[in-house]
């Protein structure tokens, strides 16, 4: 850059100078800024192979100047990650922030991580998704570009980044998941039969004849488990609570109060009854005491849980436990009840899904409205399990 007279002069601030790196075989383009608070010349250099390129890269950070945005060359994809799990996370359950950590881990700052933030396209997005959506499933893949996304995003209100490129890209179809299966009723009743005595059957029962979500078993304390009364009342579970940060289940539907089949209602009766025996000092009892306790009286994780269910089909004579889980005792329950003739809208109500049964009114807490008909139907399909 010269002035007028033809001598080489120093870009004034906001000016920017192009040039060839010979050194580097590269285009070098700079634009003035001033000076540092220590003195020190402020000016903020960009690359690349053509003049029409670090021309482009240039207008693009004044833009970024413009709007206040404090971004950095050298600012990568996976800072902006990890900048999101420190302080974009706050109040997130441990197993939502071990699920998402693993699939960042693993994906988006294994890919990503070291490329710059500032210098990220969309095409490379579509690219890399291209290739993910071949070894990720569907569900898995969605919460991929969502951390990619929330990470700039994140970055975004921190001014490191004037635009969120993750936002212009569309998500792809990732692989098929594995399609859940349902016990039928001959493997219904063996599992029935199977470990009986121990919290694991309780469990399964529950699971299976009321159609309770693991989620909310693992959370459930005998407050909310109701036997029948000497006036008539139903025997019923109520499923107000989950293992969700702030206690609530997913929708006002999911909550529900839940009648027992007579199977069930034996089952748990049995199954408190041994518990409290084994605590020992009734004084010290409380029904504020977790149903499904692990050893040290802790709620019991959904691989505690796993582990034990696949045990208990072994011993109900499965060829392969490891090819089911626990959630397939909801899809059991369901495909139980429209097998046994249930009309499907009112299998949703007893499961407590939005959608279906559009005459249903919002539960409210004060009135508790109880279900009856999945345990009708149990009690029809089972019976009272003293078989």
Known sequence: MTDRLGKARKAGNGENSIYWDKSKGRCIG??????????????????????????DKLKELKKELDAGVKSSARYTVGQAVEAWFTSGLKGRAEGTLTTYRSLANNHVIADLGSAKLRDLEADDLDEWLDVKAEILADQSLKIVLSILRRSISHAQRRKRVRRNVAELVELPDGRPGRPSKSLSLEQAEMVLRACKGSWIHAYVVLALLVGVRTEEERPLTWRHVHFAGADGSWPYVEVWRSVRRHGETKTRKSRRSLRMPRQVEAVMQAYKQQQMQAHGDDSTWSDDRLVFPGDAGEQRDAVDVLRHFRTLLGEAGFENPKAWTTRELRTSFV?????????????????????????EKVYRKQLRPVITSGAEAMDEIFGDGSA
């Open 30 to 55: 700079a634009i003035s800024l001033g000076y540092t608070a220590t003195g020190k010349r402020h000016r903020p250099k960009i690359t690349g192979k053509t003049k029409t390129e670090v021309r």
């Open 335 to 359: 495909s139980l009840l429209s097998d046994h003739g249930m009309p499907i809208e009112e299998i949703a109500r007893v499961l407590g899904h939005d959608g279906t049964a559009t005459t």
